[in-house]
Structures are given as structure tokens and as C-alpha cells.
């Protein structure tokens, strides 16, 4: 399965150009990696390019934060010296941590990093192919994906590969990138071949597909053909926000818009009042990015889990359904995870706007030695209460602890988001 992987050269907490290029592509290297995860990247490689223990540790921060911010894969490479640092790089949250095999020292690091955490944590990258050879063995035994930093005129060292490596290549026209990903031992593009085309991802993929190449896409199951357009050979479509299920807009597809959607990637709709297609976020920039697109039962209309940037609602709202005209009182408690939520936003605004007798801000004042001891008094009161046949008890501290954690979590501003993200990577 082909892969297109951007990448990020971290320096100085910014994106970068290139290994030797510093010119800032962008501020914001955390927004930079969601809009490649947008544009449907297969994975990302962050190079932390920083000098010094203050800028790695910085890079480190961004990093995690990367991690935090993306559901795709990322490949965590730059200033490695020891195992602790490969440790470091995994902590933040990469998938992989990757040894440079230009330098000796790395590459004698490679069989206790990897019996220490696992081979398929471990990447290594090199700019001379002849690596690959000379260190077979070793990395038959302990490596699971190899990365080559590719020079100019790359092109006649491709015959020293002979295992599935993934290339990252500065420049390269959209005909030799499909050249190279039909070759065996070519197993995913990076570098700026990809970051300069990072927009037509979704699109490039579609060509492979049809050119024969087998790259990783999501599954169409339907096709127009099989679903049921009214009169007007239209079917609507419900948005719908992929991570909090919050309704977002309707709005119609004619066949022309439900293919660009399949082949972009990006919610296209057909207007009814302008007789045009209309994708959305091209005038506002508040795109929408497929996540799954769903028929109902008599297949004339659609559910999309999209991820949306800013508002869906072209007045400024994040949805358009905000008029309300009836409500009835339901427990919150029916939602588990907006429970937690509501809790966590009361802490974190008693922090900001402090409260006379609040309990919650009582800890504050105290510091996070007061939090971590109510938090392990909590704990303890957990065990005892499991001790005893009533359930209730267990009940009611562990609803002590959470609290407790929350306040914690506050403190030392973690999310609900990055506690589940956390979770599911695991």
C-alpha cells in the first residue's frame, strides 16, 4: 500500500522549508500538520532540526502537540544522541522515532532501542542508499520502516534499494512521483514534493488508482448510480461534526458534486438558488473534510462526518441549527462524555474567575501539592470502598477521584481531548 507522507522541518518552533532552507513556511506547525491531515495524508514525518537542549525541548513541546492536535501516524526524527531521546520522541505521543544512520552512534543504538521499545517504534533514515546494505542484518532484526533523505539526482541511486523504504524528495513533477511510487521499493513519497502539492493529495491518489497503484484510500461503496435523487436529481445531505456529532448544515448534491466530494475529499454541494457547484469553504475558507459519507435506508439521503474548519453557518454560527422553538428538560447525564466536559469547563472557569467559598478554587490557592494529595486520599478511599458490597460507595469516590483529576487537569492544562486521544493510540 503507497503512501503520501508531508513533512515538517521544525525550527525554532516553526515550519521551515527544508534541511538547509529556514525560510518560515509557516508560524503554526501544529495548524500546518491538521491542514495536511485535512488534505487526507497518509502520515507525517516532523524532522526537529532545532541546536541546542532549549529548542529540541521546545520542538518536543510542538511535537506532542502535533500528536495531540492529528489522528493521523507521525514519524518523530532529529537529535537523537541516546535512548532517552528516542524515549522523549515517543512520549509525545509519535508513533515512530526515527535514528539517523549517517551517524555511527545511532546506528549502534538501534538493537536497545529497539528491544527497549519495540521494533515497530523504531525508523531509521539515511542519505546514502549503499546504508541499507552495509546494515541489512541490523535492520532486518530491528527496524520497521526505513526513511531516505534523498539528494539532487537521486534518480541513479534508486538500484541500491532493495526493501520498501519511503523517499523524501524536495522537488519532483507530478508524472516521476507516479514513476516512483510504481516502483517495489519506493513505499511512500515525503518532502516538499508532497508539501508543495499537499492541496492535491486526495486528488493524486485517484490518478494513482486509476494508473494501477494501490494507495491507501478509503472504499467507495456506493455509487450514484445506487442511490435514489428526487425530481430534481438531487439528494440532501446532513453535515455532521465527526468527533462531536454536532449537526452542522443541509444542503443538496446533484451527481456532479457527490463525485468531486468522492475525488477531493472536500464537501462539495450543488446550489439551488445559484444553479452552480459550490464547495464548500472555497470563499470562506471554512472548509468541510470528509471523514465518511453514509446513505440512508432508501438511499435518498446522506450523512457526512466531516471535520470542519470554523463555522458551517454562513451567518458566523457553528451550526445553522441554533433557532430554537420547543425544548424539553432531558438529563445530561444521557451523554457520558458532554458530562465530563460540562465539569471540566466549570473548573476551568472557576481558575479564571475565582469564586468566594468555592472548594475548586480552594485548591487553586493551595497549589498542585494540595490537588495530588486530595487526589491520592481520593485513591486510597477507592480501594477501601471496593472492599465493602455495596457498590454505591465505589460509586460515589470514584466520582470523588474524577472530580479530584479534573481539577488536575486543569491545573496543568490537560483536555478531556487529549486524555481520549491518548487512550485510543494505545
Partial sequence: MKRLIPCIYLYQTKAVRGFRDKEVVSEDAVALARSYEDQDADA?????????????????????EICAATQIPVIGAGNVKRMEDIKKILYTGCKQAVLNYDKDSNIALTEEVSKRFGKEKIAISFTAPETLNQQAALIREYVSDTIWIAKEHFGDLLEYLNEPTIAVIEDCI?????????????DALSGNAI???????HSLKAILKEDG?????A????????????????????????KTGEVLMLAYMNEESFQMTLNTGRMTYWSRSRKELWCKGDTSGHYQYVKSLTADCDKDTLLAKVQQIGAACHTGARSCFFNEIMAKEFKASENPLMVFEEVYKVIADRKVHPKEGSYTNYLFDKGVDKILKKLGEEATEIVIAAKNPNKNEVKYEMCDFLYHMMVLMVEQGVSWEEITTELANR
Avoid at 507525517?44 to 506532542?64: P, Q, R, T, Y
Avoid at 508539501?195 to 493529495?201: D, G, L, M, P
Fill in 44 to 64: 507525517l514525518i516532523v524532522f526537529d532540526l532545532s541546536n541546542g537542549d532549549a529548542e529540541h525541548d521546545a520542538a518536543l513541546d510542538v511535537m506532542k
Fill in 174 to 186: 507530478l508524472e516521476n512521483m507516479i514513476e516512483l511510487l510504481k516502483r517495489p521499493v519506493i
Fill in 195 to 201: 508539501n508543495q502539492n499537499a492541496k492535491e493529495i
Fill in 213 to 217: 497503484v494501490d494507495v491507501q484510500s
Fill in 219 to 242: 472504499e467507495v461503496k456506493l455509487s450514484w448510480s445506487d442511490l435514489t435523487p428526487n425530481a430534481d436529481g438531487l439528494i440532501p445531505c446532513i453535515a455532521q461534526d465527526y
